[in-house]
């Protein structure tokens, strides 16, 4: 089967103005040519194959933004080759536009003053959408969502939420190939957040659709994706599944213990008993970030409890959060 | 070109300039404000003057130019340089741009639906109210046919030049002070807000020479001047749709060289 999306190689650099400080800095800025080049995105590669859902994670200012914006076909690349779903989006951008919906999570593509069906209907116009297609993805829409009280409302007086939820649907309405989301849960409840995720899992399945999704909720990622791709300073980190991620940091288990007294100060101790492991303390526990294959957990806990008396512990599995948490902070090695 | 797809895109804008009742009455009160302001003004130009024509115009004639001026600027406005702008500046262009319809015809399409209500609401009352008023001082007849293609052509312009300075806030990511200099430049150069008549000489010649003229003089002097035959309209006419012609293009690849500079180098 041929690949959705297909990047080869792709680096993106941005050349920008070298700003001084001050008003005298300033006003020779205005007269400078001192340009540095940025490298947004660096060398980077991958595949995406029809129906997957890829969550895309980096921290901040990591180039996610950028290589969707060379995806949508907003941005050119400085070097390498993208196609999606057989275009180059940058050379076509408007041909490209037909087989993708967008959702940038802090602005919305409705039409801010109309209810949420004219806008529909506008899409169903400008995306040539069929009668029949249309009323199909309607009938879908009302059997996933409650979606009757937010058809006749203006967009500007929705919720966060129900905005982005509509959001999300006019992203779908024209049946895309591919759906780029960026940060779609970004400021919502948390039962917004099930409920949109919900939905993008069951348009997914019903459509087949193609699913890029960047988020800083490691929720989304864990209800959402198989695969995950991070990236950093514009390099790619890893490109795998979910799965794979876990084991791919060795055993890593929290530990978390309740001492007697401060916990800052139980921690400052229980760190300097088990230098090897990071500790933190929070206003309920103590948590120790345990590497198995260094020594076990049991081992550990003996460890402490020899110097602390402990009132209470917990073990947990190590959260998806945690391990991307690592790779932003120490990379892959 | 797929027309329906257009012109949902006018229909929408219908319903929502029709969302702002409020505005819309707000607008009509400034600019019935605008034009007693500009009744005295005149008036005492005319006083101080001593004498009834002033550049062969009289004070009423001046008046009806003025109105109608007034009436088409509320009508043809589109304010396309503040969308482009802020368009820029909170990043939505990026939706924009993935529409499946280029940039340029989107925003003019968005904007035709409020060119529909502000015909209705500002330019035709204003009209309708100006010829009962003068008793026929609008002449009733080919001029008007000679009006309605001008005023198509003068959008058409208008549009053009407020999307090349909403394209220079894509380097300058600032719109205020571009947007005012722009309108200062127009409506004065464009006849809007002093008859060209008024020019002096050297002014006059330079101006017949900028496509500003054919946005606001061309289509009122096709409208009110009753003395003129159908050779100098259809050379009104003619310049109009050079300008109109020239004025798109430059637009279109201004636009497009702008556009490509920002995907290689990022927004």
């Keep these: 089967m041929a690949s959705m999306i297909e990047i080869r190689n792709v680096t993106k650099e941005f050349k920008v103005l070298n700003r001084r400080e001050g008003l005298k800095g300033s006003l020779k800025d205005l007269f400078s040519r001192d340009y540095k080049t940025v490298r947004a995105v660096d060398n980077i590669s991958m595949s995406i194959e029809p ?18 914006k060379m995806m949508t076909g907003v941005l050119e690349p400085t070097t390498g080759e993208i196609l999606v779903d057989g275009n180059i989006p940058y050379a076509n951008r408007t041909k ?18 109309l209810p949420l069906i004219e806008s529909f209907r506008l899409l169903k116009d400008i995306y040539q959408i069929s009668d029949a297609d249309y009323d199909g993805m309607l009938k879908l829409y009302r059997s996933l969502v409650d979606i009757e009280p937010l058809l006749h409302k203006p967009v500007r007086q929705m919720s966060l939420g129900q905005r982005t939820l509509s959001d999300i649907l006019a992203a779908f309405l024209h ?11 970004i400021g919502l409840d948390v039962s917004m957040k099930a409920k949109i995720r919900t939905l993008i899992h069951a348009l997914n399945k019903e459509k087949n659709t193609t699913v890029i999704l960047t988020t800083h909720d490691m929720g989304d990622v864990d209800a959402l994706c198989r695969r995950i791709v991070i990236i950093d300073k514009g390099k790619m980190l890893y490109d795998n599944d979910m799965e794979h991620l876990k084991g791919f940091f060795g055993n890593y288990r929290t530990l978390k213990v309740r001492a007697e007294g401060d916990l800052k100060a139980a921690a400052e101790k229980i760190s300097a008993e088990v230098p090897e492991f990071p500790v933190n303390a929070d206003e309920e526990w103590v948590s120790i970030l345990v590497d198995e294959s260094k020594s076990g957990v049991m081992d550990v806990l003996g460890r402490i409890q020899s110097r602390f008396s402990i009132k209470d512990m917990q073990l947990e599995e190590i959260s998806t959060e945690e391990v991307i948490k690592k790779i932003y902070e120490e990379g892959v090695s | 070109m797929n027309l329906k797809k257009y012109l949902s895109l006018t229909r929408a804008g219908i319903i929502e300039s029709l969302q702002f009742r409020i505005a819309m009455l707000v607008m009509f009160a400034g600019n019935l404000l605008y034009l007693t302001v500009i009744y005295f003004l005149w008036r005492s130009i005319y006083a101080s003057s001593g004498s009834e024509v002033v550049n062969g115009m009289t004070f009423s004639d001046t008046l009806i130019y003025l109105v109608l001026a007034t009436a088409l600027f509320g009508f043809m406005e589109m304010y396309a340089v503040w969308e482009i702008g802020r368009a820029i500046q909170s990043g939505k262009i990026v939706l924009d741009l993935l529409k499946p319809m280029p940039y340029r015809r989107y925003l003019f399409w968005s904007y035709s639906g409020s060119f529909v209500v502000n015909f209705f609401t500002i330019f035709l009352p204003t009209f309708i109210v100006v010829a009962i008023v003068t008793h026929g001082a609008i002449h009733m007849g080919v001029n008007l046919l000679y009006f309605v293609l001008a005023v198509v052509m003068a959008v058409i312009i208008n549009y053009s030049i407020d999307f090349i300075v909403g394209t220079i806030c894509l380097y300058t990511e600032s719109i ?13 150069l464009s006849g809007a807000t002093i008859p060209i008549a008024f020019f002096p000489e050297p002014l006059k010649t330079i101006v017949s020479y900028l496509p500003f003229q054919s946005i606001y003089n061309a289509p009122l002097t096709l409208l009110l001047d009753s003395g003129q035959d159908a050779v100098s309209a259809i050379k009104v006419l003619g310049v109009q749709l050079i300008w109109c012609i020239v004025m798109t293009v430059i637009s279109k690849l201004f636009w497009k060289a702008s556009l490509r500079q920002i995907t290689v180098n990022g927004g």
């Design chain 2, 176 to 188: 205020w002070g571009i947007n005012i200099m722009k309108q200062v430049i127009v409506l004065l």
């Design chain 1, 175 to 185: 049946d895309p190939k591919i759906v780029f989301l960026d940060e779609p849960t």
């Design chain 1, 51 to 68: 129906g997957e859902i890829v969550g895309y994670l980096g921290p901040n200012g990591a180039g996610k933004s950028t290589t969707i």
């Design chain 1, 96 to 113: 490209n536009a037909e087989n993708i919906g967008v959702v940038f999570g802090q602005r919305s593509q409705l039409w801010w003053a």
